[in-house]
């Protein structure tokens, strides 16, 4: 079995560090996801209620597969509130957004982090990767798909 070079163990330290920001994120994301479904209001109460439901069933699951990417290549996952808070590059919903603002809210962190996702996965494909690289660039596409989809309900 062929050892890895000290440039590429370097560059799968950088990959787990990358996957972790992102378990991080999606802790965040899973939070402020429930937030905007128990307080949500207005005339798009029933579709945008549902609607955050399956968007935090969708960041639990994503939040697992990245922390398990993290497992199989050999790291240790974000696991507590306070790394995930410290380490996430979007911030908790801050109470009293409008719908409106949920939306505009969701639509920025997608795009944050389907930018973060891209430059994880060349990274994951620079560290010879292939398989962290496909998983993240499938997440990318969901994200870009999502984000489409909350523009066209803000109109």
Known sequence: ???????????????????????????????????????????????????????????????????????????QPYSTLKEHLAEASIKEAKGGESADAMLKSLIDDLNQLAKETSEAAEMAEEAGDEPTADMLIGKQEWMEKTVWMLKACLG
Request: proline fraction near 3%; charge should be neutral; glycine fraction near 4%.
């Open 1 to 75: 079995m062929a050892t890895k070079s000290p440039e590429k163990k370097s560059q799968s330290a950088a990959v787990v560090e990358q996957l972790n920001k992102q378990v991080a994120n999606w802790s965040v994301m899973y939070m402020k996801l429930h937030h905007f479904h128990w307080y949500v209001k207005g005339p798009n109460f029933f579709a945008l209620h549902a609607k955050f439901e399956e968007l935090y069933n969708e960041s639990t699951l994503i939040m697992d597969e990245l922390a398990e990417r993290v497992l199989t290549i050999g790291g």
